[in-house]
């Protein structure tokens, strides 16, 4: 399980639901919100080859986005259910 922060114009750019897209199609778990301070945090769970890879596509991100960085990190979260969008905290 990764978390995993984006940083860049990724806020009104259809960030999150590109995200949830990606992560369905490579049947991951874990959510997905922005931060205050204007980065996105993924939460995702599964097969380590389909994390990485979700980690790798954060890179481009959705169409209309820019992603300056990618920080990904060990998480010991309790295993989600599903891929969903969470409140901005």
């Known amino acids: 399980m990764r978390r ?6 990724v806020h009104n750019v259809g960030y999150r639901a590109w995200a ?13 919100r922005n931060l205050k301070d204007g980065r996105v945090e993924i939460l995702a769970a599964g097969e380590e ?16 986005s820019r992603v300056d960085t990618v920080i990904a990190e060990a998480a010991t979260d309790r295993m989600p259910k599903g891929f969903t969008k969470r409140f901005t905290v």
């Open 4 to 9: 995993i922060f984006i940083t860049g114009k």
């Open 20 to 32: 949830i897209r990606r992560a369905n199609e490579l049947r991951l778990a874990g959510w997905v």
């Open 49 to 64: 080859d389909a994390v990485s890879a979700l980690i790798e596509d954060c890179r481009t991100g959705s169409e209309f």
